[in-house]
């Protein structure tokens, strides 16, 4: 485990930690007056590889080539020159900062980090730190990467679980959950069931993948909620034509293999962000990534039912709760993430995938995302 201080100082200024992967969804906006969670689970930090933030430099100053040094490869509105390696963690686990007055850099309903960093150290004053609790933005606080120093904890180091052990936890991701926004609607609520924004910003990066790797030949996903999340986009983005699709399917821990599969949705690590790989795999299928929660919830759709405090249910008995209501629309990938995914897959120097990301508003209009 580690412990972030004060570079200035030697201030601490979190609690122990352990390192997770960075979540998908961290850098997402989703929707318009919404109420999302905080991004980090407790005790838990993540790093992200890409420069976020101030200064931005427009695509037409920077051109093609400099942008590919930067690992973009198809235009994008403008692209961050700040360092690289921002650490996110939750608010709560912060200690010695305080808010920088001057420095709210919010819209209507909190921080939104827009002006930089708006939390110092409490000891020393300096600048570390940038919390963000807007409304549409994962509440998170990012220390900066030439602010803070990473510190051993003297911690014991958490075990990183094995698949068998993740898959054990059942600690899967529902597809659905209540969505609360910071006003009541004209009917006085505010809050209904939707499609998870985790959902649908692990869809916008596994369909740039997809797209990547597609040949430009239609592809089909296996059924069920793979085929719910992903079938439309893919048909509306790939044109309809005499060539065989390729296959897409599920791959992962404790699913029997599919030798004839073109391409594999499988997971990765919630710890390590590492891909799974099957121990006898030849690579002729081409992996796309699902977050874990994600992928075990397509994988396994039937959750994992609790037991009652008085004991297990008797045999042959099932439980009559009531299901969740489910969405009034169709499921859509987020946008932003897979707009940001492409652009840095090089594959996204075709033309054909140019021209998807030039028509991605119109698509958005036609529900897609």
């Not at 990765?268 to 994600?294: C, K, M, Q, Y």
């Amino acid at each position: 485990m580690f412990l972030f201080v004060c570079a200035g100082c030697g201030a601490a200024l979190t609690v122990p930690l352990s390192q997770v992967a960075l979540p998908v969804h961290a850098r997402q906006s989703y929707g318009s007056a919404i109420e999302l969670p905080v991004l980090m689970e407790p005790g838990t930090f993540a790093v992200d590889p890409e420069p976020w933030g101030k200064p931005w430099r427009s695509w037409e100053d920077i051109g093609p080539q400099e942008a590919a040094s930067r690992g973009v490869y198809a235009p994008v509105h403008a692209l961050s020159y700040a360092s690289p390696g921002a650490v996110v963690i939750a608010p709560g686990d912060t200690r010695g900062t305080v808010l920088l007055p001057g420095a709210a850099g919010g819209n209507c309903c909190g921080l939104d980090g827009g002006d930089g960093p708006n939390m110092a150290c409490e000891a020393c004053g300096r600048p570390v730190a940038t919390r963000v609790d807007d409304c549409s933005l994962w509440q998170a606080v990012w220390l900066e990467p030439e602010a803070v120093r990473r510190l051993p904890a003297g911690n014991p180091p958490i075990p990183i679980p094995s698949w068998a052990e993740l898959l054990e936890e059942g600690d899967g991701i529902p597809p659905m959950v209540p969505i609360r926004t910071k006003w009541a609607s004209r009917l006085g609520l505010n809050h209904w069931w939707s499609w998870n924004p985790q959902w649908e910003a692990a869809a916008g990066q596994a369909l740039a993948h997809l797209l990547a790797v597609s040949g430009r030949r239609p592809v089909t996903v296996s059924d069920g909620l793979a085929a719910d999340v992903f079938q439309r986009a893919l048909d509306t983005l790939l044109p309809s034509s005499g060539r065989p699709p390729r296959r897409a399917v599920l791959a992962g821990p404790a699913l029997p293999a599919d030798t004839d599969a073109d391409i594999v949705l499988v997971p990765t690590h919630p710890r390590t962000g590492e891909l799974w790989a099957a121990p006898d795999s030849n690579g002729s299928a081409r992996p796309v990534p699902l977050p874990f929660g994600i992928w075990s919830w397509m994988a396994f759709p039937e959750p994992r039912l609790r037991l009652p405090v008085s004991g297990t249910l008797p045999y042959g008995v099932l439980r009559d709760d009531p299901p969740p209501p489910r969405p009034d629309r169709l499921f859509r990938a987020d946008a932003g993430t897979f707009q940001q995914t492409l652009a840095r897959l090089p594959a996204s120097r075709s033309p054909w995938l140019r021209e998807v990301l030039t028509n991605l508003m119109d698509h958005m209009r036609a529900g897609i995302f």
